[in-house]
T-cell receptor
Framework: AQSVTQLGSHVSVSEGALVLLRCNYS??????LFWYVQYPNQGLQLLLK??????LVKGINGFEAEFKKSETSFHLTKPSAHMSDAAEYFC?????????????FGQGTRLTINP | DTEVTQTPKHLVMGMTNKKSLKCEQH?????MYWYKQKAKKPPELMFV???????INESVPSRFSPECPNSSLLNLHLHALQPEDSALYLC?????????????FGNGTRLTVT
């Protein structure tokens, strides 16, 4: 089975500072990886995905992530944090089970932005 | 705005009630999913439908009964639930049930079982 581990259940940064949210994966096949964001009382919104090709993936809201096979990592970054970035962030890996896709999520990282 | 619509937004039900959660998408997606999310936890997969056929049931108790009447609609029928079933229930869809097909989520139904 594939899995992802998010290091740090809570990350706090100042407005304008670099955001770095860590995700490591475990997969016996080439992984398909996703980052989602969840604002309070809402569903999950796709930030970006890595399937094949370019290892640096750009997403919405200024976020990007780099797939590093040697480190089994897919960390999410944003150069300058904004107050509106405060939310829960989930890293996920896609599995193929019983002929269908199963998205397996990490435990999540709550991002707090300090003014 | 989300392209996956879930109703109702909130639901309170007693343990003897029967209710249904509804989910609708008009993106032409052929795979639909039910996830359950407890507070401060990640979503957990319950069911996957692909081309209107049930593909995955993650050993969900029979008091939860999914239904996919057509490719745009997904229902979750609830009966004799327990207080521990209180959670946010998320519906999602993807173009197809392939590993590289991202899921689009609705805003969920917050269920409270009393």
């Amino acid at each position: 089975a594939q899995s992802v581990t998010q290091l740090g259940s809570h990350v706090s940064v100042s407005e304008g500072a670099l955001v770095l949210l860590r995700c490591n994966y475990s997969s016996s096949v080439p992984p398909y990886l996703f980052w989602y964001v969840q604002y309070p009382n809402q569903g999950l919104q796709l930030l970006l995905k890595y399937t094949t090709g370019a290892t640096l993936v750009k997403g919405i809201n200024g976020f990007e992530a780099e797939f590093k096979k040697s480190e089994t990592s897919f960390h999410l970054t944003k150069p300058s944090a904004h107050m509106s970035d405060a939310a829960e962030y989930f890293c996920a890996v896609s599995e193929w089970v019983q002929g269908a896709q199963k998205l397996v999520f990490g435990q999540g990282t709550r991002l707090t932005i300090n003014p | 705005d989300t392209e996956v619509t879930q109703t109702p937004k909130h639901l309170v039900m007693g343990m003897t009630n029967k209710k249904s959660l509804k989910c609708e998408q008009h993106m032409g997606h052929r795979a639909m999913y039910w996830y359950k999310q407890k507070a401060k936890k990640p979503p957990e997969l319950m069911f996957v439908y692909s081309y209107e056929k049930l593909s995955i049931n993650e050993s969900v108790p029979s008091r939860f009964s999914p239904e996919c009447p057509n490719s745009s609609l997904l229902n979750l029928h609830l009966h004799a639930l327990q207080p521990e079933d209180s959670a946010l229930y998320l519906c999602a869809s993807s173009q197809e049930s392939r590993r590289n097909s991202p899921l689009h989520f609705g805003n969920g139904t917050r269920l409270t079982v009393t």
